[in-house]
């Protein structure tokens, strides 16, 4: 049966103030979906870049792409999930709701001992750390990286399980207390953003380069982290914080040392036959060994979505930010 709930919606792209709570049909379940009722929505920066229009959408269009809740009604053709099961997802679209029909396939069960809002708070990114580091550039333990953004959701998770690996990540952040607490999620150390001989630093704690570079800011951190690889190191450049790269020249690759570079995303994995599942597996046991915890140092209500992304964009946030219905 067709009921209404809240959920947040632009019109068309454009900053915060486009986000609107409003009314929306949901659906009976279809033959294969599920109906999730969402404890918690796990908000991230692409969710900035649907609103602004850098990642295009067709409008009307709902945000969203993380959430965590409890299986509130299931298709005929629905065969492992059943009512009441806790469940949670990445990468969907529409997730800054109430409730949320997805396909069985979409879904992942939340274990015991796991709370819906840490997995809201965490799927998303521990994903995007598991394939950075496990596929991207596969790290086996003494490396030295560079990873930027060290204390944001995804950037404190990269800080622990690089310690897990035995990884020497070295994180950058804009201010001293953003390095601290990278420091104490495991970074070996965290160097200020804005400092005008940063590059000088980097060739400091690692004289023949960076074998790899996680970039997630763009635009703005390019020449630093092409100046800061190793010869054959790698450029990995997974976000755009500061706006989107314009363009790699490939005579640069080439003077930097026969470099590569690549832009993956965390779509193309969860595309990948069996890995979403396989990858929330090693999420949820490295967080039931203590490995991995997540700080959910923000917390908004569903109407204040406005607020949370203004505070996303402003650098103001540390670790994850939930909006809860
Ligand atoms: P964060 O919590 O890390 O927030 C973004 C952080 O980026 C800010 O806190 C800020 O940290 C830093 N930043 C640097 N420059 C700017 C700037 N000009 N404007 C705003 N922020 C800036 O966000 P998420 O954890 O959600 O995502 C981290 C990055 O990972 C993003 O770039 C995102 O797009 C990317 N990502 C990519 C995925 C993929 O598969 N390719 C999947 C998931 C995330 P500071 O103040 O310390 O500089």
């Given at each position: 049966?067709?009921?209404?709930?809240?959920?947040?919606?632009?019109?068309?792209?454009?900053?915060?103030?486009?986000?609107?709570?409003?009314?929306?049909?949901?659906?009976?379940?279809?033959?294969?979906?599920?109906?999730?009722?969402?404890?918690a929505?796990g908000i991230?920066?692409?969710?900035?870049?649907?609103?602004?229009?850098?990642?295009?959408?067709?409008?009307?269009?709902?945000?969203?792409?993380?959430?965590?809740?409890?299986?509130?009604?299931?298709?005929?053709?629905?065969?492992?999930?059943?009512?009441?099961?806790?469940?949670?997802?990445?990468?969907?679209?529409?997730?800054?709701?109430?409730?949320?029909?997805?396909?069985?396939?979409?879904?992942?069960?939340?274990?015991?001992?796991?709370e819906?809002d840490a997995?809201a708070a965490i799927?998303?990114?521990?994903?995007?750390?598991?394939?950075?580091?496990?596929?991207?550039?596969?790290?086996?333990?003494?490396?030295?990286?560079?990873?930027?953004?060290?204390?944001?959701g995804?950037?404190?998770?990269?800080?622990?399980?690089?310690?897990?690996?035995?990884?020497?990540?070295?994180?950058?952040?804009?201010?001293?207390?953003?390095?601290?607490?990278?420091?104490?999620?495991?970074?070996?150390?965290?160097?200020?953003?804005?400092?005008?001989?940063?590059?000088?630093?980097?060739?400091?704690?690692?004289?023949?380069?960076?074998?790899?570079?996680?970039?997630?800011?763009?635009?703005?951190?390019?020449?630093?982290?092409?100046?800061?690889?190793?010869?054959?190191?790698?450029?990995?450049?997974?976000?755009?914080?500061?706006?989107?790269?314009?363009?790699?020249?490939?005579?640069?690759?080439?003077?930097?040392?026969?470099?590569?570079?690549?832009?993956?995303?965390?779509?193309?994995?969860?595309?990948?036959?069996?890995?979403?599942?396989?990858?929330?597996?090693?999420?949820?046991?490295?967080?039931?060994?203590?490995?991995?915890s997540v700080e959910i140092n923000q917390r908004?209500?569903?109407?204040?979505?406005?607020?949370?992304?203004?505070?996303?964009?402003?650098?103001?946030t540390t670790g994850s930010s939930l909006?809860l219905?």
């Amino acid at each position: 049966m067709t009921r209404m709930i809240n959920a947040i919606q632009i019109e068309a792209p454009g900053g915060p103030d486009a986000m609107e709570l409003v009314q929306v049909a949901l659906a009976a379940p279809a033959d294969d979906q599920v109906t999730v009722r969402l404890a918690a929505c796990g908000i991230n920066l692409i969710d900035t870049y649907h609103r602004s229009g850098l990642y295009p959408l067709s409008m009307p269009a709902r945000l969203g792409c993380e959430g965590a809740g409890i299986v509130e009604a299931v298709g005929p053709e629905v065969s492992a999930l059943k009512v009441g099961d806790r469940v949670a997802f990445a990468m969907a679209s529409g997730a800054y709701a109430e409730a949320i029909n997805l396909p069985e396939s979409a879904l992942v069960r939340v274990p015991d001992g796991v709370e819906l809002d840490a997995a809201a708070a965490i799927l998303l990114k521990a994903m995007t750390v598991d394939y950075l580091f496990n596929d991207t550039f596969p790290l086996s333990g003494g490396e030295q990286v560079l990873f930027y953004a060290a204390a944001g959701g995804v950037g404190l998770i990269a800080c622990q399980w690089a310690k897990h690996l035995g990884v020497d990540l070295i994180g950058t952040a804009s201010t001293a207390a953003k390095c601290e607490l990278a420091r104490q999620h495991g970074a070996i150390d965290c160097l200020l953003s804005g400092d005008e001989d940063l590059a000088e630093q980097l060739r400091d704690i690692a004289p023949q380069g960076f074998p790899v570079v996680y970039d997630s800011v763009g635009k703005d951190s390019y020449r630093l982290s092409l100046g800061a690889l190793a010869p054959l190191g790698t450029f990995v450049s997974f976000g755009n914080a500061s706006g989107a790269i314009d363009a790699v020249v490939p005579g640069e690759l080439a003077l930097g040392g026969s470099l590569y570079f690549t832009r993956p995303t965390l779509a193309t994995h969860m595309m990948r036959p069996g890995w979403m599942q396989q990858s929330a597996a090693r999420i949820f046991e490295l967080m039931n060994k203590g490995v991995l915890s997540v700080e959910i140092n923000q917390r908004f209500a569903l109407s204040e979505a406005t607020a949370a992304h203004e505070a996303l964009e402003a650098r103001k946030t540390t670790g994850s930010s939930l909006l809860l219905p």
